[in-house]
Every structure is written in C-alpha cells, then in structure tokens.
C-alpha cells in the first residue's frame, strides 16, 4: 500500500466515524440520586395539590389534573422569531414514610419559519401569465426539544412546593 492509499484510507475511516451518531440510551444512568424526584412526608395527593399549586404560582397552565398526575405547560418568547414551550408533568406515589414526587420537564423550541407562493393565470389559447400576486404565510415550527437536566431549575421547584406545604417561619 503506498502513501497515498494509506491517507485515503485514513480519511476515509475518520469521515466514517462521524457518520453514525451513538445512541443516546447509552449514556442513560439509570442513578438512585435523581434531581427529578424528592421524598415528601405528606401522602401523595396532598404532595401533588401543593405541586399544582407551585405551577400556577410560576404562570404554568395545568392542562391536566388527577389526584397524583399533573401536566402544565409554560410559554416563553426569547426574541421575535422563535418561542419556546416548556411541559412539566408531576407523578405523586404514595410509600411507606409518605410519598415521592417525581417532575420531569421537556423543554420544545419553535422558529418562524417564512413561505411565499406566487399566482399564475393560464389561458388555454395564449399560454400562461405569471402575476406578481402572491401571498407570504408564517408557521411556527418546531425544531427540536430536549427533557431539562438542570438540577437547579427541579430544585427550585421542590424547595417551592416544600415550602406550599411547610411554609417557613417567620422570625419575629
């Protein structure tokens, strides 16, 4: 094999390398300290009232409510061209020493995406004729979204709803 080839080849396996993307449940942890839950002392209805009620306090919608299931959704506009959307569901179960509170977040981007169509008026006799009518029309459209992984922002959110149920006191 002469220079050449082996250089070929080289660059070859390294573009190569990049064409499969590894699979994402590879680095899935599966770990027993998760920021996505938190114990609670209370029974698992009363941990997921005071969950609806720290996501009505922060300006979430609640698009579904069941005694130990909460779905609420949250919408942001970053600049003029793309909103973001963000869907926090809460799972309340109910164990030995109280309940666990799981939350999982899943964070949806959507860009203003332009398109325009132009109107041709056809004659069967004379052809067609191309007319400078046309119409522009926007979508939202979405372009990706991703669960938060930020142990500060469940944080957050359960230090709020510990403090719904044992509010802190004050000093006097």
């Not at 573009?15 to 699979?23: F, H, K, S, T």
């Amino acid at each position: 094999m002469n220079r050449n080839s082996a250089v070929v080849m080289v660059l070859a396996m390294l573009v190569c390398a990049g064409c499969g993307d590894r699979p994402v449940y590879r680095d899935e942890a599966f770990k027993e300290n998760s920021p996505f839950r938190r114990n609670l002392s209370v029974t698992a209805e009363k941990a997921c009232e005071a969950a609806q009620l720290a996501m009505l306090s922060q300006a979430y919608r609640i698009s579904y409510h069941e005694a130990t299931e909460i779905r609420g959704q949250k919408d942001f506009q970053p600049n003029d061209d793309s909103s973001v959307t963000i869907d926090l569901d809460v799972i309340c179960k109910n164990v030995p020493a109280g309940s666990i509170i799981f939350a999982n977040a899943v964070q949806t981007k959507y860009e203003l995406k332009k398109s325009s169509q132009t109107t041709s008026v056809g004659i069967s006799s004379l052809g067609s004729l191309s007319l400078p009518w046309g119409k522009s029309a926007e979508n939202l459209v979405k372009v990706g979204g991703e669960t938060i992984a930020d142990e500060d922002y469940y944080a957050r959110f359960f230090t709020l709803v510990k403090n719904i149920l044992e509010p802190p006191q004050k000093k006097k």
